[in-house]
């Protein structure tokens, strides 16, 4: 599964992982999570994301 990263702090979004304080459980790919998902570290959007070189 493909990792994204936020383009404003850095922070990597691992689908292995998830985010447990956003309630997203491993398992769900970047693509997959709800519009409504922000970056727990800076609070931007997925618009602000883009894949992990």
Same mark, same amino acid.
């Not at 883009?50 to 070189?53: A, N, R």
């Given at each position: 599964m493909k990792k994204y990263v936020c383009e404003v702090c850095g922070y990597i979004y691992d689908p292995? %992982?998830?985010d447990s304080d956003g309630g997203i459980n491993p398992g769900i790919t970047?693509?997959?999570?709800p519009d409504y998902w922000v970056c727990p570290i800076c609070s931007f959007n997925k618009d602000n994301f883009?894949?992990? %070189?």
């Open positions: 292995e %992982v998830g970047f693509d997959d999570l883009s894949t992990e %070189v």
